[in-house]
T-cell receptor, first 113, second 114 residues
């Protein structure tokens, strides 16, 4: 049972435009969410996170939106840059001292110069 | 501040052998988690240690084990290796103790079983 889903395996965006990556989850116990960026043969790099008590968190070019009622979150990257080309994973965790993350399957983002 | 360090980065083992992977967390981090990444299964949680105790465990067979030392460094061991164990093994660390901490990953150890 895939509790965290990224339904778009790939996405291509023109440089300078907005990239929107989506993620859906099914487990109501998840209450914090993270986005990671990953290059081949490297570990995931933390980008941004959001707690379930918020609906938006912004850090530079990256903004994460959370819609709890829809169990949906999205990552917006504006403006998109060639260096943003990578695989993006959303991950979900539950509080109560539990550091276990459940990951989506990833979306490969390609920024077209 | 040094990040999460994993050794070795690459290794090749023969089916039936065992392997030990090592992880040094970010200084001050007390929680260490291990994940397996394969093309077919994505990133799968193996287990998490906090203060030398296994606090959480994923759905992997008993051949996969780990431990954490008093300095928070961690090792994971896979015994009786199978071809399907070929994967990127990722270690992650966080402050632990409290909830909702950011979890930082190391570069990973690439294991190939032949």
């Amino acid at each position: 049972d895939q509790q965290v889903k990224q339904n778009s395996p790939s996405l291509s965006v023109q440089e300078g435009r907005i990239s929107i990556l989506n993620c859906d989850y099914t487990n109501s116990m998840f209450d914090y969410f993270l986005w990671y960026k990953k290059y081949p043969a490297e570990g995931p790099t933390f980008l941004i996170s959001i707690s379930s008590i918020k609906d938006k968190n912004e850090d530079g070019r990256f903004t994460v939106f959370l819609n709890k009622s829809a169990k949906h979150l999205s990552l917006h990257i504006v403006p998109s840059q060639p260096g943003d080309s990578a695989v993006y994973f959303c991950a979900a965790g539950s509080n109560f001292g539990n550091e276990k993350l459940t990951f989506g399957t990833g979306t490969r983002l390609t920024i077209i110069p | 501040k040094a990040g999460v360090t994993q050794t070795p980065r690459y290794l090749i083992k023969t089916r039936g052998q065992q392997v030990t992977l090592s992880c040094s967390p970010i200084s001050g981090h007390r929680s260490v988690s291990w994940y397996q990444q394969t093309p077919g299964q994505g990133l799968q949680f193996l287990f998490e240690y906090f203060s030398e105790t296994q606090r959480n465990k994923g759905n992997f067979p008993g051949r996969f084990s780990g431990r954490q030392f008093s300095n928070s460094r961690s090792e994971m061991n896979v015994s009786t290796l199978e071809l399907g164990d070929s994967a990127l093994y990722l270690c992650a660390s966080s402050l632990g103790g409290d909830s909702g901490n950011t979890i930082y990953f190391g570069e990973g150890s690439w294991l190939t079983v032949v």
